[in-house]
């Protein structure tokens, strides 16, 4: 129950299209939700959150939308930048530990 | 925004020594603080929460005597290998609460490599 489903496992997307990364838990409990970009080699770092008590969230070209009643919630990364190819992690919480999903590694190709 | 500083960034170490791995939150008191281990191309497992002034939570799994935590300090928290072996060589990778926005920021990560 303490799961993350996050998909897909890579995504090549064109520059200025749109990436779009999925996730989908079961825990109810979980009340925040925050998305994370890593590069190789280094730390996660927190990209844009959402709590369940709205289903939208935009941040610049980073949009969270949220489910509540399906338990799902995606990352949509407006316009793609060559410089945004990383791998993107959705988490989610219940106040005390993260639970990560597998990660989705995106490419974006000229 | 919130930083948190993790050092080394990268070490190497003989089969059997000790190494420590310092985590701290620059601009923030943190009273709890979280230790990941990373495998290539794998997302963040969770080995431990470490509450200041308190012992750390261990994950099913993780070997407490191997993997020593702690917490001394709002903004520092430590994590030593111990008697560390090649199958002990990861990406680690600290994390810290911010209370006041409850927020985890993580640090850069230290890559372990054991000979």
């Known amino acids: 129950q303490q799961q993350v489903k996050q998909s897909p496992q890579s995504l090549i997307v064109q520059k200025g299209g749109i990436s779009i990364i999925n996730c989908a838990y079961e825990n109810t409990a979980f009340d925040y939700f925050p998305w994370y970009q890593q590069f190789p080699g280094k730390g996660p770092a927190l990209l844009i959150a959402i709590r369940p008590d709205v289903s939208e969230k935009k941040e610049g070209r980073f949009t969270i939308s949220f489910n509540k009643s399906a338990k799902q919630f995606s990352l949509h990364i407006m316009d793609s930048q060559p410089g945004d190819s990383a791998t993107y992690f959705c988490a989610a919480s219940d106040d005390e530990k993260l639970t990560f999903g597998t990660g989705t590694r995106l490419t974006i190709i000229p | ?115």
Request: hydrophobic share 35%.
């Open chain 2, 1 to 115: 925004g919130a930083v948190v500083s993790q050092h080394p960034s990268w070490v190497i170490c003989k089969s059997g020594t000790s190494v420590k791995i310092e985590c701290r939150s620059l601009d923030f008191q943190a009273t709890t603080m979280f230790w990941y281990r990373q495998f290539p191309k794998q997302s963040l497992m969770l080995m431990a929460t470490s509450n200041e002034g308190s012992k750390a939570t261990y994950e099913q799994g993780v070997e407490k005597d191997k993997f020593l935590i702690n917490h001394a300090s709002l903004t520092l928290s430590t994590l030593t290998v111990t008697s560390a072996h090649p199958e002990d060589s990861s990406f680690y990778i600290c994390s810290a609460r911010d209370w006041r926005v409850n927020i985890q920021y993580f640090g850069a990560g230290t890559r372990l490599s054991v000979l």
